[in-house]
């Protein structure tokens, strides 16, 4: 079932490491996230009503917002390209199974977003806010915190990957996540008194609730995180299943 998977993870590795795409992302996403939390923070200093939340929950907002933005973008045609350009079907004449094919992409582009964007913006946001005087944020929570918004990360991921198995061009993989992700605060007013409930399943709650660990609260409820869980876990099953029907003349 996974044959071929560790040459592949190799080779999808190889697309990070042996370009300067890593070096590019982690410059962009510090200026988009940390440059824009220090500019905030810059800003909102002087006023008398300032709080070390509000810096936290810029930071948390613009990492989950731009992180999921981001990761539909820079996903949106692994799958489709190869499948349009045909590389696929010549990858998959050699000895590697379809679902190592779609787990090398899913696990090699998490391993390097959730280093880049994540953790790596995480840290540097922690010991710049320390070294300003700011606020400090301890490890553990900073961890858990991070690991939330990394679940939110691999959400989108998956969902990215599993479209680009089911549609023929970029259009869809990258126009179903977005419109997703900006109705997320309207969805749960379509059910009313549900609201609440609904609001749990979403993956927005993810990043709120991120803000809440690294102030070292509990947050509110699990309900989002099993939630997301389980859509992942859907989402790589339902890829897996549907990229193994697909029909290839040489596979």
Known sequence: MFCGLGNKLREENGRWWNTRRWLIQAGLWFIIINGISLMAYFQLKGDPTFSWEEIVGIFTG???WMVAFGVIILTQSDVVEEKQTGTAEWVLSAPLSRPSFILSKMIVNLVWLLGIVVLLQGIIFSFAMDWLGAGAIVWPNLLLGLGLQGLALAF??????????????????IGVPLVFLFLQSFIPRMFGSFSDTVSLVLPARLPEYSTNELMGTSIPSVVPVITVVVLCVAFV????????REEFAGS
């Open 237 to 244: 099953s339902l890829a897996i299943l549907r990229f193994s």
């Open 156 to 173: 989108w991921l998956c969902l990215s990957i599993m479209l680009g198995t089911f549609c023929k061009s970029r259009s869809p993989v």
């Open 62 to 64: 613009l990492m989950g």
